[in-house]
């Protein structure tokens, strides 16, 4: 069983940064494939970011391409999304997500583990 605790969300306006991070219990972080999805009110669950359990391959959605980055620290058992330039269209809650098994990164269903949620709100 892996836990997942999201932190640093917050209110930023247009063109700021946020740095979000993914701190995960247990001892077998490095095995896992890591992501972030963002969910805005009245949408599905989407794909955002993707890091493979070395951190050697990052995935990212076309929209986010150029100002976010997905990193990890297996020593910290943490991994981290910075987020700069940041639109309006960026707001959501970004859920940190934990894939045990090799898969499509960027499916929601290939995922195991899910944090709780972080909300970032960005304001034009």
């Known amino acids: 069983q892996v836990q997942l605790v999201e932190s640093g969300g917050g209110l930023v306006q247009a063109g700021g940064s946020l740095r979000l991070s993914c701190a995960a219990s247990g001892r077998t972080f490095s095995s896992y494939g890591m992501a972030w999805f963002c969910q805005a009110p009245g949408k599905e669950r989407e794909f955002v970011a993707a890091i493979n359990r070395n951190g050697g391959s990052t995935y990212y959605k076309d929209s986010v391409k150029g100002r976010f980055t997905i990193s990890r620290d297996n020593a910290k058992n943490t991994v981290y999304l910075q987020m700069n330039s940041l639109k309006p269209e960026d707001t959501a809650v970004y859920y940190c997500?934990?894939?045990?098994?090799?898969?499509?990164?960027?499916?929601?269903?290939?995922?195991?583990?899910w944090g709780q949620g972080t909300q970032v709100t960005v304001s034009s």
């Open positions: 997500a934990a894939m045990k098994r090799s898969g499509n990164y960027r499916l929601r269903t290939e995922y195991d583990y």
